[in-house]
């Protein structure tokens, strides 16, 4: 079936102009004068993509964006806003509120044709995305261990782990610190056929040698001083499970044999023991150091590297899928608003802004500790800048003095902040505007405005 537009401007005859255009590729055409129409025709069927006019008699196109974000459509139906007020405050109001771009009239037509497509694209990538999220988190707590993210790079994670779950290859999980590497690992295991069985994880950074070879193998009793009893390790209780060794690049050199031999042949001994023990696991590791620099160090053994390395997933760092910060913010203020016992309430708009221009060199991980002090300073209010006081400073320590900002009136303050962001943003991008607005997260018509209105074109 061809995907199918609707028009909605009061001008008959742009509605035409704009039908056969778009008929000419393909699309099935319906238009409407209104947005009391529109809603209705969105009732009847609901079309792939809208065009809808800024300025029309009776009720502009704000009201229909906040109708359709109110009913959850904007996702799957994405709302290109045409108009001839082409002015930088109403592109923003419309991106705030959700439409998916802001074309200005007179319009290019091949503009409008490429327009149509990358919306369609949108749609087609949003249900992916939440297709695969669902499946992932199946079987999940509803206010933990979920994979948020709507960005094209967890979309890629998303589909890595969709196509190995199902299989007992053995993966390389890579990223920085806090950006969710076990929560990978186990969204693996959970849609794995091995999901009845145990996942069974272990830090190897966080025990000693010898210790950390008692909690990998098992020993028995009498192994070494404090042996009093036979113990299992890892591998054996997580036989028809899987194994999960997060930060494998920290495992000590004198056992990485061991863990070669393991993998190699399923099998084992305990410390102190001579029985061979056979288990049946899967092994998933993580790591966020470069293990290729680590065997040229002598650190890690080239032949154990090539064992864990057949199908490696490499997690993006929160600052690259800036897209995402909101969501994870609202999902964790509703996690920590339920724990705490307070009522959800929200984020400001300074405190979004905020949030959205800070780097997290911790990743998720700080991100969600952030939220949850800031769920406790706001004790049920709406979560202000002043709540994400910790952020500020960090912004602060990272992007030089702003202490001169103080003393502007608040959206003063804001425009010198942004215009501050968006010069590094350039700079970090050699001037490539497209690759700009992937770092700030934001749309690249939006900072086309933004340019303009800071005076920075």
């Not at 199946?138 to 993210?149: E, F, R, V």
């Not at 210790?211 to 020993?219: A, K, Q, R, T, V």
């Not at 690049?249 to 863990?259: F, R, S, V």
Request: charged share 25%; with cysteine; proline share 4%.
């Amino acid at each position: 079936m061809n995907p199918r537009v609707l028009i909605v401007d009061d001008e008959v005859k742009l509605r035409r102009t704009l039908a056969e255009i778009l008929s000419a590729e393909g699309y099935e055409i319906a238009d409407c004068g209104s947005v009391g129409e529109a809603l209705q025709s969105i009732a009847d069927g609901r079309p792939d993509i809208v065009f809808c006019d800024w300025k029309m008699p009776g009720s502009d196109g704000d009201k229909l964006l906040i109708e359709l974000r109110d009913r959850d459509l904007l996702r799957a139906m994405p709302v290109v806003i045409i108009t001839a007020h082409g002015t930088s405050q109403n592109a923003i109001q419309a991106m705030q509120l959700g439409a998916y771009d802001f074309v200005t009239k007179p319009f290019d037509l091949d503009e409008i044709c490429a327009t149509a497509r990358r919306a369609l694209d949108h749609a087609h990538l949003q249900q992916e995305v939440g297709e695969l999220r669902d499946k992932l988190n199946a079987g999940a707590s509803p206010k933990t261990n979920q994979m948020i993210g709507s960005s094209r790079a967890m979309l890629e994670v998303f589909k890595a782990v969709g196509r190995v779950a199902q299989t007992d290859t053995t993966v390389l999980i890579l990223g920085e610190s806090g950006t969710g590497k076990e929560l990978v690992a186990r969204a693996i295991h959970e849609n794995s056929p091995r999901n009845k069985r145990p996942f069974v994880a272990i830090n190897c950074a966080t025990l000693p040698g010898e210790l950390l070879e008692s909690e990998l193998f098992g020993h028995e009793k009498g192994a070494f001083t404090g042996a009093m009893a036979r113990k299992l390790g890892k591998f054996e209780t997580a036989s028809g499970g899987s194994v999960f060794l997060d930060e494998i690049g920290e495992l000590p050199i004198a056992l990485q044999p061991k863990l070669l031999r393991v993998l190699q042949e399923h099998a084992f001994e305990r410390l102190g023991g001579n029985e061979a023990i056979h288990s049946d696991f899967r092994l998933i590791a993580a790591t966020n150091r470069d293990l290729t620099a680590e065997i040229e160090e002598g650190n890690f053994r080239q032949d154990l590297y090539f064992r864990v390395t057949v199908f490696t997933i490499a997690l993006p760092p929160l600052r690259s899928r800036r897209s995402d910060i909101v969501p994870l913010a609202e999902h964790f203020l509703e996690m920590f608003s339920a724990k705490n016992s307070v009522p959800i309430s929200g984020f400001s708009e300074d405190a979004i802004l905020r949030l959205q221009q800070y780097p997290f060199p911790g990743n998720v991980r700080e991100l969600e500790h952030l939220v949850e002090a800031a769920v406790v300073n706001a004790r049920g209010r709406v979560v202000t800048g002043d709540d994400l006081q910790p952020t500020t400073q960090h912004a602060r320590d990272s992007n030089g003095d702003l202490s001169s900002l103080l003393g502007l009136p608040f959206h003063d303050s804001i425009a010198e902040w942004e215009k501050c962001l968006i010069q590094n943003a350039l700079k970090q991008s050699d001037g490539n505007r497209t690759e700009a607005a992937r770092r700030l997260g934001m749309h690249r018509r939006l900072l086309y405005d933004k340019l303009k209105q800071l005076g920075l074109e």
